[in-house]
């Protein structure tokens, strides 16, 4: 297994010192791979699901581009899916573990080992694109939900997580005017945004049983109405009695931002101790809020971005 294993990253490694590559939002060199870039750290992980994934026929996907509200998805659907197991005791792991690590990533956390996952709850996350996906998710009956945002949050959130991270490393962040450059030239780890987006749209059309296609704005303006849909989605709608018993309520204020912020592990926890970038949970959390690029980004280069996002989705029948 281990020779095996050696063997692959030596492959992968071959693979990439034959990619278009060019400097990334964290100072690193991002690949170009399968007309998506990638920061060097997560392409290995994804070459391999692509060759050794196999789902289980009940998993549900969670995809979404980085900073378009994947933790919150994963909470939310976490305690959906957990909720009659909950009930009658006021205990969730969401209080005790970050949502990140209730929800396993495939390209991450089970990439570096299948066997990473409780079997009981399934769910998956993924921040690969719908084309990029292993075939086997592809082949299979499997659901998929996928969460997208205004394009320019989720770059402020980016790029605070990133100075974030790099500042905890003790790596001089990328100035946001330099950054702004490279998100608006489709440079971010699983870029671009808007090709990333489009796929799962395109996707959700032609297979609406199988994808589910939300918006954080949608879900922050009406997260019970959203809540009940996904739920449905999941094959597990609440009951007249749950929603009587205030069942939907209870999930959204444990996931609710103010909530999940100021619960000890979120605030003081850590992840990937045992990698080399072990991320400080508090990260995760910033604002949660819309429209908050307003104060971060000038007029001109919001309207640069929502010009850019208006000209790509141009046709496909979606206006984020
Ligand atoms: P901001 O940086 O704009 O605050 P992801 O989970 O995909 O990494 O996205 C992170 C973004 O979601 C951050 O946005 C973060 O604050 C926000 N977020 C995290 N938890 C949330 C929650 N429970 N409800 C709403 N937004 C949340």
Redo the contacts with the bound molecule.
């Keep these: 297994e281990s020779a095996e294993r050696k063997n692959e990253a030596k492959n992968y490694n071959e693979v990439m010192s034959t990619l278009p590559k060019v400097k990334g939002l964290n100072g690193c060199d991002y690949y170009l791979y399968q007309c998506f870039w990638y920061d060097p750290s997560f392409l290995e992980g994804i070459m391999s699901v692509q060759e050794r994934f196999n789902p289980q026929s009940t998993d549900i996907f969670l995809a ?1 581009f ?7 998805l994963k ?1 939310l659907t976490f305690a959906i899916c957990t909720r009659s197991r909950l009930s009658g005791s006021t205990t969730s792991s969401l209080l005790s573990k970050m949502p990140h690590d209730c929800v396993p990533f495939m390209e991450y956390d089970l990439a570096q080992n299948p066997s990473n996952r409780d079997l009981a709850i399934p769910l998956v996350s993924t921040h690969v694109p719908y084309t990029c996906l292993p075939k086997s998710i592809i082949s299979s009956c499997c659901k998929i939900i996928y969460i997208c945002r205004d394009a320019k ?1 989720v770059f ?2 980016l790029w ?2 990133l100075a974030r991270l790099q500042m905890s490393e003790n790596v001089e962040p990328l100035l946001l005017e330099e950054a702004f450059e490279l998100f608006c030239n489709g440079i971010a780890n699983f870029g671009p945004y808007w090709d990333h987006v489009l796929g799962y749209w395109r996707a959700s059309l032609e297979f609406p049983e199988k994808i589910l296609f939300l918006t954080y704005e949608e879900m ?1 303006k009406d997260t019970a109405a959203h809540i009940k849909k996904v739920a449905e989605f999941m094959d597990c709608s609440f009951t007249l009695e749950e929603e009587g018993e205030g069942e939907v309520q209870k999930i959204i204020s444990m ?3 103010e909530e ?2 100021t619960l000890e592990v979120n605030k003081h926890g850590q992840r990937r101790l045992d990698t080399s970038i072990t991320i400080q949970n508090s990260i ?6 819309i429209g ?1 690029w307003a104060n971060h980004l000038t007029p001109e280069m919001g309207a640069r971005l929502d010009d850019i996002m208006e000209r790509k989705l141009k046709g496909s029948g979606l206006k984020l």
């Design positions: 979404s980085p900073k378009t509200g994947t933790t919150w909470a949050d402020v959130s605070y997580f922050k996931c609710s931002f999940l912020s995760y959390f910033r604002k949660g809020e908050d």
